[in-house]
T-cell receptor, first 112, second 113 residues
């Protein structure tokens, strides 16, 4: 699995868009970018994933650069409940049942 | 509610004891996992169980053993508990073939005294 680099922490004002970056310069052609988040005292929650096209679902949007070396998770209208640690994971879609590797993630704090 | 559930939510025990944590998923998934999150918040895979095939993280002591009575359950047994086993343990599962889209349980906080 390719290594990812994320900022340790970020702040965002409530109601604004939260943009969380992730660098994955060693990503290979068959690896996808996955995002999870972990709200305090809860289990991790899958958010979204993508290969090279931008993706959007009810939770967030994922923008992947054309060279695929970095991506941005966008929470369009952040609320206080979006305060959490966000993890960017790069992995082949087949992956295999050997579990996910979580890094340190970005601690996103939504300010009222 | 469809979900991954774990019992107990909190477990406090003495060193040397043997304990079990239970996990159940009613999502119809056929792959289940156990993760450990230590005091520094690092989340690490311990085991995965898929169609009766067990994949073990080589760093996990053999005092830990998963047991799956059926596809919906993956329990974690821990023998001779040590202080360093104190952590939050998460169970997870995924839809068939979608190994990277996992659903996690709420966690079990284990404290060994």
């Amino acid at each position: 699995d390719a290594k990812t680099t994320q900022p340790t922490s970020m702040d965002c004002a409530e109601g604004r868009a939260a943009n969380l970056p992730c660098n994955h310069s060693t990503i290979s052609g068959n690896e996808y970018v996955y995002w999870y988040r972990q709200i305090h005292s809860q289990g991790p929650q899958y958010i979204i994933h993508g290969l090279k096209n931008n993706e959007t679902n009810e939770m967030a949007s994922l923008i992947i650069t054309e060279d695929r070396k970095s991506s941005t998770l966008i929470l369009p209208h952040a609320t206080l409940r979006d305060t959490a640690v966000y993890y960017c994971i790069v992995r082949g879609s087949g992956g295999g049942a050997d579990g996910l590797t979580f890094g340190k993630g970005t601690h996103l704090i939504i300010q009222p | 509610d469809t979900a991954v559930s774990q019992t107990p939510k909190y477990l406090v025990t003495q060193m040397g004891n043997d304990k079990s944590i239970k996990c159940e998923q009613n999502l119809g998934h056929d792959t289940m996992y156990w993760y450990k999150q230590d005091s520094k918040k690092f989340l690490k895979i311990m085991f995965s169980y898929n169609n009766k095939e067990l994949i073990i993280n080589e760093t996990v002591p053999n005092r830990f053993s998963p047991k799956s009575p059926d596809k919906a359950h993956l329990n974690l047994h821990i023998n001779s508990l040590e202080l360093g086993d104190s952590a939050v343990y998460f169970c997870a599962s995924n839809p068939s073939g979608r190994y990277n889209e996992q659903f996690f349980g709420p966690g079990t906080r284990l404290t060994v005294l």
